[in-house]
């Protein structure tokens, strides 16, 4: 293959390709940090976690609920709400609309907050 062959080849690549699923992980960690110092267990699609510290969620199209699984708060919640990741208007700006439908599919788009607070009744 000669040099005049392979650059269309990757540009046609890097145009299908979506910014979010290339620069940015399918999970997303989030600081979790409660108005107590005590250790807590919290559950984000039926997975348990400990905090404070980061938790691990799977990006989806979808709002998730952190729930607190321990006695001391038991059954408070906190809404993970879903916005878009930046790198997804990468593609908007690039004209790639096939990375959009491959960020979209694969939902790479989506994130949540960074860091969220339980907050206890002490």
Do not use: H
Not at 11 to 23: D, F, P, Q, R
Not at 29 to 49: C, K
Not at 65 to 82: D, H, P, W, Y
């Amino acid at each position: 293959m000669n040099k005049v062959s392979i650059l269309p080849l990757s540009l046609l690549v890097l145009a299908s390709a979506g910014c979010s699923t290339i620069l940015t992980d399918d999970e997303q960690r989030i600081n979790v940090i409660s108005n107590t110092d005590e250790n807590l267990q919290v559950s984000v699609d039926g997975v348990e976690q400990n905090v404070p510290g980061i938790i691990t969620v799977k990006k989806e199209n979808k709002d998730k609920v952190l729930t607190v699984t321990s006695e001391k708060c038991k059954g408070k919640q906190v809404a993970l709400n879903k916005t878009i990741e930046p790198t997804f208007f990468a593609n908007i700006l690039s004209g790639g609309v096939f990375g959009s439908t491959t960020d979209y599919a694969s939902e790479s788009m989506w994130k949540y907050q960074d860091s969220v607070e339980i907050s206890c009744n002490k």
